[in-house]
């Protein structure tokens, strides 16, 4: 599908997303996972809402590009959430990366100089990195979230530690393995060995006692919280029976923040590096934080503002793909049903290279496997994301193509902060996954200036009108789809669970120099009036068809 000027001009006449005619939610639509769009963002890289943060434990500003603290924090995402940004997106959830306190020095993996800007360098498990803000901070945002029904998840990590460096020490031995280095030949040898050289890996499978570590003993005294920690941890270890190995002192620690902020859901980093088993216990753990965390004020507030729903895992196995069903294959022939193991939810990591295909054999697909063996649970589809070194649109000369694929594709969205500006990802002079990391446009959104063809600010808006129509209609990424017509093309997507029905007709590839008819029998039935949430325009259904008077490249049909 390709827009044209005409197309652009179209969109400006139409008005910003912020000055579109209420495209509000419909109401007696319930929020469903396997609808979500999840806008997942690296705190440091979104925006800066306090300066005075950006170089805590005496971290300087002498990595390689792209590969240092750059000043987003906690306050900028709250920032953000208050003005309504992702409200005018229509998301449904922030997938902010782990906020926990990263090693303190920089260290060299072959690409230069880096720091744990994106949060996977665990230092302590237990404290709010003093880079992006406060606990307070962190209470903001999360409440800030919940407040405009919004879910908030957290990545957590539990395969390994950070880096080693002169002021960030090695775990104990009986906590982490450094040796070997993955192969990935089978099973074994991508699970009981480190991802890279000098990345600690825990020693998930071990049920051995184990002490809390000196170095984070001794830090946990200086900071005067030593005897509330480790009382805390008797107190786990006491009620659950488990043993004091190192994969439960993680699941402790990681539930701790659901517990306390109110996290809805997990994003699990490096699954298929831990055992199997290690995710469902994750799930009972941080399950039983969550419903204590519904307990307290704020949950009960929450509650009432997001609805009863229990806690979330989505798993990031890297090579999953939406066509291999509930299982996932090592290299060597082992096979792990995930969603048996904790998930509700699979990243679907193929989804950058379906799209190069045309719209019809992506979503009927995708549907396919939706409706068939994935019966019952979801995927999370992306284009981009921070570590995927094949994107579909890295220059970004296909904006508007991207947002429909992703957020019109059966199954749950990731947003990946930038998809919908046009935040192109190469960076001059980066190596490797650092192209992808650059901080959010958000100048070129204020100027709307001009990325390839298009500019940011009309990326953004169509993106937004897509977003909202598919926050309001669970038939989106929920439904069954069925192709209506080949050329324009015109799909419909029905939903009927749990008592909801829902019925919604797209059309993509419409002629924008007049209205066409677009055909709707068999969903809506004559004499009913539906809306177009593209234009915002109505009108009745005549003939099994319906044609509204503004003439738009897309159309996005509900019942009004």
Sequence with gaps: MKFSALAVSLLLAFGSASAAPDLSPMKGKPFTWENATVYFLLTDRFNNGNPANDHAYGRKDDAAVARGFMGGDLAGVTQ??????????????????????????????GTGKSYGFHGYWARDFTSLDANLGTEKDMHELVDAAHARGIRV??????????????????????????????????????????????????????????????????????????????????????RTGYPRAPRYYLMKWHADWVRKYGFDGFRADTVKHTEPGVWKDL???????????????????????????????????????????????????????YYDNGFDNMINFSMARDAAGGYEQLFSGYSAALNGPLKGVSVLNYLDSHDDG?????????????????????????????????????????????????????????????????GVAEVRDHWARLGRFRH?????????????????????????????????????????????????????????????????????????????????????IALD
Excluded at 81 to 99: C, M, N, Q, R, S
Excluded at 173 to 189: I, Q
Excluded at 476 to 492: D, E, R, T
């Design 153 to 238: 998840l957290l990545d957590v990590v539990m395969n390994h530690t950070g880096p080693v460096t002169a002021e960030d020490p090695a775990w104990p031995a009986e906590w982490v393995r450094t040796s070997p280095t993955c192969t990935y030949k089978d099973m074994a040898t991508t699970v009981s060995c480190t991802l890279v050289k000098n990345l600690p890996d825990f020693r998930t499978e071990s049920n051995e006692k184990v002490d809390v570590p000196p170095a984070l003993a001794a830090k946990w005294k200086k900071e005067g919280r030593y005897e509330r920690e480790t009382r805390e941890l008797d107190d786990f270890f006491k």
């Design 80 to 109: 953000k959430i208050k003005e309504g940004y992702f409200d005018d997106l229509g998301v449904d959830a922030i997938w902010i990366t782990p906020p926990v306190e990263q090693i303190h020095a920089g260290t060299d993996e």
């Design 283 to 337: 799930k009972k753990v941080a399950g039983a934080a969550y419903e204590d965390w519904k307990r307290t004020p704020a949950g009960k507030q929450a509650v009432a503002k997001l609805g009863d729903l229990p806690f979330f895992m989505t798993a990031e196995t890297y090579g999953y793909s939406i066509k291999a069903g509930r299982e996932f294959s090592y290299d060597g022939g082992t096979r792990v049903d």
């Design 472 to 556: 309001a209609h669970p038939a989106v990424g929920g439904g069954v789809h069925q192709m209506l017509q080949s050329s324009p093309y015109v799909f419909k997507r029905t939903y009927e669970k749990n008592g909801v029905s829902d019925r919604v007709v797209v059309a993509l590839g419409l002629p924008q120099d007049r209205p066409v008819a677009i055909p709707v029998a068999g969903v809506f039935s004559d004499g009913q009036t539906v809306r177009d949430w593209y234009t915002g325009k109505s009108a009745m259904v005549s003939g099994g068809k319906v044609k509204f008077e503004l003439a738009a490249p897309v159309a996005l």
């Design 390 to 454: 094949h994107p579909f649109d890295a220059m970004r000369e296909h904006p508007m193509e991207a947002a429909n694929k992703l957020l019109l594709a059966p199954g749950a969205a990731q947003i990946y902060y930038g998809d919908e500006t046009a935040r192109v990802l190469k960076i001059e002079g980066a190596e490797g996954d650092a192209n992808l990391r650059s901080f959010m446009n958000w100048d070129q959104l204020k100027n709307n200036s001009r990325v390839g063809l298009f």
